[in-house]
């Protein structure tokens, strides 16, 4: 099973600040089968990133992904309120196998 | 708009079988596509419990393997989630999620989530 460890484990940001977010997979995994999701309190997670780099529908580009085999990053290019909130990585492995990142929690400084 | 509602009880005694359910609307499970169920516990991370085909393939957790089951019913457009042997730690809260394969993987959908609490 491919572990996902996800730093820092927490972030402390001030809006309009750059944010960059480090997903390190346990063995080497496709970019295509890398995604990123945020999650606010009481709400389902919200699928941010897919294929490493690709934005999903209606997410603003101040969102980048990049990275390959064991390192990925997500990066947020200026911060804003709405963007405090747990980000998890996710990778899709052989057999439709799923593991989750334990999540970074970015937060208001 | 695709939207996945969750439903099932939301206290379970240990020892017993969690049965959940996910509505699908403005979709059609039989379209394609994979279904999944994600759980949340409390003050932990996400954890990906399997993933079912409308064909009823299914793909589950190695770790959860032992106790899970999953179903599809098309005529319904609903799919399920047994969960056998509960404990504590299996509380949390539960997500259905619609999960497109090819060619990038992604949970594009998702369900609002229902709290689960195993406590006798």
């Known amino acids: 099973e491919i572990v996902l460890t996800q730093s820092p484990g927490t972030l402390s940001l001030s809006p309009g600040e750059r944010a960059t977010l480090s997903c390190r997979a346990s063995q080497s995994v496709s970019s295509s089968y890398l995604a990123w999701y945020h999650q606010k309190p009481g709400q389902a997670p919200r699928l941010l990133l897919y294929g490493a780099s690709s934005r999903a529908t209606g997410i603003p580009d101040r969102f980048s992904g990049s990275g390959s085999g064991t390192d990925f990053t997500l990066t947020i290019s200026r911060l804003e309120p709405e963007d405090f909130a747990v980000y998890y990585c996710?990778?899709?492995?052989?057999?439709?196998?799923?593991?989750f990142g334990q999540g970074t929690r970015l937060e208001i400084k | 708009q695709v939207q996945l509602q969750e439903s099932g009880p939301g206290l379970v005694k240990p020892s017993e079988t969690l049965s959940l359910t996910c509505a699908v609307s403005?979709?059609?499970?039989?379209?394609?596509?994979?279904w999944g169920w994600i759980r949340h516990p409390p003050g932990k991370g996400l954890e990906w419990i399997g993933n079912i085909y409308h064909s009823g393939n299914t793909y589950y957790n190695p770790s959860l393997k032992t106790r899970v089951t999953m179903s599809v019913d098309t005529s319904k457009n609903q799919f399920s989630l047994n969960l056998s042997s509960l404990t504590a730690a299996d509380t949390a809260v539960y997500y259905c999620?619609?999960?497109?394969?090819?060619?990038?993987?992604?949970?594009?959908?998702w369900g609002q989530g229902t709290l689960v609490t195993v406590s006798s």
């Open positions: 999620a619609r999960l497109a394969v090819s060619p990038k993987p992604y949970f594009d959908y």
């Open positions: 403005g979709f059609s499970i039989s379209s394609g596509y994979y």
């Open positions: 996710q990778q899709y492995g052989s057999s439709l196998s799923i593991t």
